[in-house]
């Protein structure tokens, strides 16, 4: 099995992907920790992040997928890359990210809004699609859009929570991203509120 199918097969199985923003890189490393340790696999660390390099190095010997997020041109994705990312998010699709990634193997995740947006991506090569910002649909957009394109795997991120999570993955859902939610329970009660939250998202999708 090739490195790319290798992440999506990942991605896929653990269906949830931890969205890490921090104010600092000490505030991403510590998130991501408390995901990882509340039994989150896939870490997407974003580029909006200061010194975010520092995070990479901090997490790279840690047990889990550790991608890129908010990536928007091909010398970020490319950074990325040469940083350990695994996989690149952006909030958009841009062509010479997905050229870079086909380059070298690494899956390129962007966000769409639009039938013909998932379909340029899926063209170039981006076999999951980030359904992107979630809170503007609903779950039923899912379904509606692989009854064309049964192919195209999507990842909602944006608005995703404990009490809809499941939907979207009824709804066909490749896997769903959880940013804000994370960002709130760190700053509301630290490490230990983030952990405990990945726990209860790790529950909720086996129920």
Not at 171 to 189: C, M, Q
């Amino acid at each position: 099995m090739n490195q790319n199918m290798n992440v999506l097969n990942k991605v896929e199985d653990a269906k949830l992907v931890a969205v890490v923003r921090g104010t600092d890189a000490e505030e991403a490393i510590a998130i991501s920790e408390a995901a990882i340790n509340g039994g989150f696999q896939i870490i997407e660390l974003t580029y909006t992040t200061p010194e975010i390099a520092k995070v990479f190095e901090a997490l790279s010997g840690k047990e889990a997928l550790i991608g890129a997020g908010s990536v928007l041109d091909s010398e970020t994705a490319r950074h990325a890359i040469l940083n350990g990312a695994k996989f690149i998010v952006g909030p958009h699709f841009q062509a010479g990210i997905a050229e870079l990634c086909n380059r070298y193997s690494v899956p390129y995740f962007p966000g769409c809004m639009t039938i013909t947006e998932v379909v340029n991506a899926w063209e170039s090569g981006c076999r999951i699609v980030k359904l992107f910002p979630a809170n503007q649909f609903d779950p039923s957009f899912i379904s509606a859009v692989k009854g064309p394109l049964p192919q195209v795997r999507l990842m909602p991120t944006g608005g995703v929570n404990l009490s809809n999570v499941n939907e979207w993955l009824e709804a066909g859902a490749a896997a769903v991203g959880i940013g804000s939610d994370l960002n709130r329970a760190y700053l509301n009660n630290g490490k230990k509120a983030v952990e405990a939250l990945c726990k209860q998202y790790i529950e909720a999708i086996k129920e």
